[in-house]
């Protein structure tokens, strides 16, 4: 995980305040949370030098309710996300 090397190294640096990750195209979040917590080889956690402070969802509200409503999205979502349970 290249972003967790440099994201450190941004962090040691200390000249920032806050960094921003910009996650297009992952509808899970939980993902980009669980990169904080991860440890790599040597023990290395990107929880040692920077904390989740905040995260943000974008959700196209237009479209929410006809999509999430539409039985080809249940069942494409079924798909994704239901057989891993």
Same mark, same amino acid.
């Given at each position: !995980?290249?972003?967790?090397?440099? %994201?450190? &190294?941004?962090?040691?640096?200390? &000249? $920032? *305040?806050?960094? #921003?990750?910009? =996650?297009?195209?992952? @509808?899970?979040?939980?993902?980009?949370?669980?990169?904080?917590? $991860?440890? *790599?080889?040597?023990? +290395? =956690?990107?929880?040692?030098?920077?904390?989740? *402070?905040? !995260? %943000?969802? +974008? %959700?196209?509200?237009?479209?929410?309710?006809? *999509? $999430?409503? =539409?039985?080809?999205? #249940?069942?494409? @979502?079924?798909?994704? $996300?239901?057989?891993? &349970?």
């Amino acid at each position: !995980m290249i972003y967790l090397k440099e %994201v450190r &190294r941004l962090a040691l640096e200390g &000249r $920032f *305040d806050y960094l #921003l990750i910009e =996650s297009t195209g992952i @509808s899970q979040t939980l993902p980009v949370a669980a990169t904080f917590e $991860f440890r *790599d080889e040597k023990g +290395v =956690s990107l929880a040692d030098v920077a904390r989740l *402070d905040t !995260m %943000v969802t +974008v %959700v196209d509200a237009v479209n929410l309710l006809n *999509d $999430f409503s =539409s039985h080809d999205f #249940l069942q494409r @979502s079924w798909r994704k $996300f239901g057989a891993r &349970r």
